[in-house]
Every structure is written in C-alpha cells, then in structure tokens.
C-alpha cells in the first residue's frame, strides 16, 4: 500500500491575465500539442467549442448552457478575461494500477460578463485527454438548473458502444441511431484509427449525466441530467470529459484522467484501508463462515463477505440492521456473526457485511459505528439510489461518514465512478458493471473491458467453479484472466463457490452443487494482487479480445481474453526489465486436458525479447503469471 496522495512534485505554474473585451475566441493546447480546444461566443448560444486530436476533428462546433429556472436564455455573453496556468505534476495514490500517477495539463479559467452571463468555464487540457465544468459565481442566491444543454458534435457515421443501464448488455450502434438515455463513459469509433470516449468525472453533489442523441442535430450527443439541479451558489458542475486515441487501449490506459479531476485524497490516516481478495458465504452459516475464514486463510485472500440476509429480509423496510436476525428465505442457521468475525481475526482475515439501502437510509448513522464496534472492516452498499441529486449527494455524504468509521464500501448496483475514490480511498470498488451475475460470454466482457472500465474500478463478482463458467461464459482459464482485465482493489474471486465445510445446496447457491475443488490453477489466484504498481492494456477491441498486463513489484500478470472469434495471440514480452530472467506460468484452456476444468499449465523462461505464442479459441483466455528469478 502506498502512502496518502500527494503532489510528487510541482514545476512551474504560469499564471497570466489579459483584457479580451474584444475577443471571441479562446484556444488551449494540451503540453503535447495533441489535443486543441477552441472555445468561441457566437450570436446563437451561450458559447460553443470544438475539439481536434492531431488535427482530426473530434468535436465539432457544439453547444454549452443551462436551461435555468428565471434566466432568460438572451445571449449577451462575451469572455471578459482568460485566466491561463501551467501544471506539471504527479502524485502518489493510496492504491490503483500504477504506483503514480502524472498530473500534467494546461488550463484557462475563461470569465464570462453580460447580463445573460451566469457562468464562467474551467477548460484543462491534459495530454490523456480534455475536460472543461462550469464554475458558478457568488449570486448570494440559489441557482435552479432545469436542463444542461451541453452538446458533443460528433461524426454521425461513426459507432458508439451503447448500454441504456449500468448491468445491461453493451451493443455496437451507430451514433445517429442511438434512441433513449445511454450510459456514460461512451466510447466512440470515429474511424478505423480515431476512438473518443465521453463522460464525466467529480460527480458529488450534482445528478448524474448521461447522454442521447439529438434527432434534430444528426450526430450530436446532449448531456441529459437524471434530475434538476439545485445548489447555493458558488458551486462547480461535474466535469465532462473527452479522450481521444487512435486505439481503444490507449483511452483504456489513460483512465486515470478521471482521477486527475478530481480532488486530493481527505484523509489523514490511511494505513486502514485494505485492498484484498475475497470470498462470498452465502449460507449465512456459523459453519460457512469458518469454512469461508479457513478457505481464506489458504489461499491468500484477505476477505470474507456475508451478503444479504443476515439481518432479515433485506428488502423489508422493518428489518433492522443493528441486529442478527437471518432471513428464512436465505437460511435455516445458525448464525455466530460476532463469533465468525472474531474467528476472521485471529486468521487475520477480515469480514465485509452487506446492507441493503432501505436500512442505510433509515439507519446509517447507527449502523456504521456499530458494524465497526463489531470489527467489521467494510461495508456493501447494496441496491443504492443514484442519478437524481438528492440520492448522489446522499450516496457520497455516506461514503464520508464511513471513513469516520474506518470502514471501507463497495457499492452496488447502479452506481459508476467518476474518481471520488482519490478523495475518499475507503471507496474500494463498486458495481455498475454487466458483471458474473449476468453470466456474460467473453465478448461481453471485452465490451465491459473498453468502456465501463474507463470509469474505474468494477466489482465483476468472480466465480470460478459455477456451471456457468463453462456452460455460459467460456472458460475457467477466462476467469484467471478477468481478475487481471478488470480492476478491483477488492476483487471478489469466488462468488457463487463454497469451500469444503460449507454447505453446497444452501441458498445463493448459484447453481453451484460441488464445494470448490484444489485443482492447480488456484495457485494464479493465490499469487495475485488486486492493486499495481503500473498497468499496461497491450491491445484489444471490444467484444473481439484484450490484452493485459500489470506489474507488482518484481512480478507480471498478463490476462487475455478472445471473444466472438478464436486468435493467435503473440504477447510480446517488451515490458519486462531488459537483461531479466524471468519464469512464466502460463495458463490456457485445453480440452484434452486431464484436469476437471480442463486447464494446461506451461512454464518456461522468458526474457524481455521473448514473445509468448497460443491459439485461443473463441470465448477462451489465457493468463500468465511472470516471477522475476
């Protein structure tokens, strides 16, 4: 674990001033040239801007404003000054997928006067990518925002990959036929060497954006808001970013933008938090817990989760979450909840609950001081209300009291990131992905891969010995290989999987009839870690394959995935320390196998001018777990 963030290091900031009282244009360049922002007032809106990458257009002239409650929408604006500043920077998280992050962006506060002008515009141009968010002044008064007008002024032949909610298959469509309210972030191939992806990042105490496309205004994306929005004044807006690359790898490895955006890590004292691997007890069983507990204490996980149940039916509104009162539905019993936890200690295992958000919102200033008196380290937020103001300020508000407790959250179901866990490192992970659960083939997932995972990190809820791993979703060396594709500083690796002691039939059992079997392969996930110290997406394209690897220390883990069509994969070797010796395990799906779960393991030395070479089926993965020696 890494010591709280901080600025690693800070070079020049150039601050300048000038009159623009007859400027209609602002431009900004990213450090690289790269990027060009053009920021323009013009006699039909209340501003507008374009964007290019290398030249390329990727926005192009669209629209910015608010339909605001007792604002007329006239249209004297102009730019009364540019306030310009240079950062060069990195910092260092308390975990992610590097051990550092760079900080490195041009910016420019444009101030806009008129007596139609109630808003000034923060542009950043970073190297990874464009962002800009509306600063409100001091009104002494509240401001009602009814509707943002933001635009993003696409190429409408172009392909975005589409989901309408969070858990929802994602599907190729073409931008001038997306219908309804998609999800954000939204990547888009503008052509075969041009992708974009939109969204947006700090996301605290405003709604929600997502998108839809302008029928009237062919390719044209609108921000749509999941309430109206009300706030004293001075008050920032979330921001709306933009990425470009000429691969979707790139967009992927640069996700970290969102991060950048948002504010410095709050908390004093971090040696609590805890990244880790984990293990759902779904019998709600005094015996499943230990069982779950010894499982954990074998395999080099740091987790056990009971999920919901353990305090009624989750979906009562009289079930109270200061007691231990098992829902029947879920189990017969009994329950030692505060002996398993005690238990979990002295194995120095430690032990997540799940509450539901009918308790959380009736009980949450109760709960949480009471779950962290039991030795509860971390809490699931289960079934959140998001998107509408109320419930996203609500939602944060309780993110915060948590770390007052030093317990640590993962949320579900709804709910995607926007970087709040660089400010509050005791948001570990949350869903808002089309994980396990769903079952979803390969091709999902490498959907899920290049888009959801711009956004952060995702709980795929794991299962690794489930009939629908091989009836379903592909294969058990897929699996291996998802822990490494997906990022999650807690990474649930067997959620529908019990242990021996445990109960097989019991409820949640997902299908599963058989306890998890000691096959090899385990050793992969033993050994892995859910937080690096640098990550790499080496190639991919969504629902066709991806490439990943991540370093911890002297070590590599590389997961790849196939999707609807089988590939040779050469995975070359380059990012290994150059005169290294290295031993590889490599992981792949073999039918001829002898092994339960048909998985070949390989090893074989490796140098950094080495490449790696297998024929992978479609649907299949392969995995690789690199030691220095």
Not at 47 to 60: Q, R
Not at 75 to 94: M, T
Not at 587 to 592: C, E, Q
Request: with cysteine; hydrophobic share 35%.
């Amino acid at each position: 674990m890494y010591p709280k963030s901080k600025f690693a290091f800070l070079f020049l900031i150039v601050i300048s001033f000038f009159s623009c009282e007859r400027q209609n244009e602002v431009e900004l360049k990213s450090p690289n040239s790269n990027y060009v922002f053009r920021f323009k007032i013009n006699s039909e809106s209340n501003g507008s801007y374009s964007l290019t990458y290398n030249g390329d257009d990727v926005v192009k002239p669209s629209n910015l404003g608010f339909q605001i409650e007792g604002v007329s929408q006239g249209k004297d604006i102009k730019i009364e000054s540019v306030e310009n500043k240079s950062v060069n920077s990195s910092w260092k998280p308390v975990y992610g997928e590097k051990n550092e992050y760079p900080d490195v962006y041009e910016e420019a506060l444009i101030s806009l006067s008129g007596k139609d002008a109630i808003f000034n515009l923060r542009v950043r141009a970073y190297n990874e990518g464009v962002a800009f968010r509306y600063e409100f002044p001091n009104m002494d008064s509240k401001i009602q925002i009814n509707k943002e007008l933001t635009e993003f002024l696409l190429n409408e032949d172009g392909h975005a990959w589409v989901s309408t909610r969070a858990q929802k298959p994602i599907v190729k469509t073409q931008i001038s036929k997306i219908e309804g309210v998609v999800e954000r972030p939204l990547l888009v191939e503008l052509s075969d060497s041009l992708f974009v992806a939109i969204g947006e990042a700090a996301l605290v105490d405003y709604a929600r954006m997502k998108l839809s496309h302008d029928s009237k205004k062919p390719g044209t994306l609108v921000s749509e808001l999941s309430s109206g929005v009300v706030m004293d004044t001075p008050f920032n807006s979330p921001w709306r970013f933009i990425m470009a690359s000429n691969t979707p790898s790139e967009i992927l490895e640069n996700n970290y933008l969102l991060l950048n955006l948002n504010e410095e890590n709050q908390l004093e004292d971090t040696s609590w938090i805890r990244p880790g691997k984990i293990i759902r007890e779904s019998t709600l069983t005094t015996k499943g817990g230990y069982a779950c507990v010894d499982f954990a204490a074998k395999h080099n996980l740091q987790f056990i989760e009971f999920d919901a149940g353990w305090y009624g039916n989750e979906y009562d509104e009289t079930s109270d979450a200061t007691t231990i009162t098992i829902d029947p539905k879920r189990s017969n019993g009994p329950l030692d909840l505060l002996g398993v936890i005690d238990y979990a200690k002295s194995k120095n295992i430690d032990v997540i609950l799940y509450v539901n958000r009918r308790a959380l919102e009736k009980q949450l200033d109760d709960v949480l001081p009471l779950l962290s008196s039991w030795g509860v380290t971390g809490v699931k937020y289960g079934f959140v209300n998001v998107g509408p103001q109320e419930w996203t300020s609500w939602l944060h508000d309780a993110v915060r009291k948590a770390a007052e407790h030093k317990l640590m959250i993962d949320i579900h179901d709804e709910y995607r990131p926007t970087g709040y866990s660089r400010t509050y490192p005791n948001l570990m992970t949350q869903e808002g992905i089309r994980g396990d659960e769903e079952a979803p083939q390969n091709s999902m997932v490498l959907n899920t891969i290049f888009t959801r995972m711009i956004a952060g990190a995702g709980d795929q809820t794991n299962c690794y010995f489930a009939p629908r791993v091989t009836e379903e979703m592909g294969s058990h060396v897929s699996q291996l290989a998802k822990a490494v594709c997906i990022y999650s500083p807690w990474q649930f690796l067997y959620w529908y999987d019990r242990p021996e002691g445990s109960d097989a039939d019991g409820p949640g059992a997902g299908g599963t009839k058989t306890f998890i079997q000691e096959v090899p392969e385990l050793a992969f996930y033993d050994a892995l870690p859910t937080v690096w110290d640098d990550t790499k997406i080496l190639g991919g394209y969504p629902s066709e394959y991806g490439i990943v690897a991540r370093q911890s220390g002297n070590d590599w883990f590389v997961g790849a995935l196939t999707g609807t069509k089988g590939r040779k994969f050469e995975i070359a070797l380059d990012f290994l320390e150059e005169g290294k010796s290295y031993e590889a395990t490599i992981y792949s799906d073999d039918l001829n196998s002898d092994s339960i779960t048909k998985v070949k393991i390989d090893k074989k030395i490796v140098k950094s001018t080495d490449t790696i070479r297998y024929n992978v089926l479609k649907q299949n993965g392969l995995a690789l777990h690199i030691r220095a020696i």
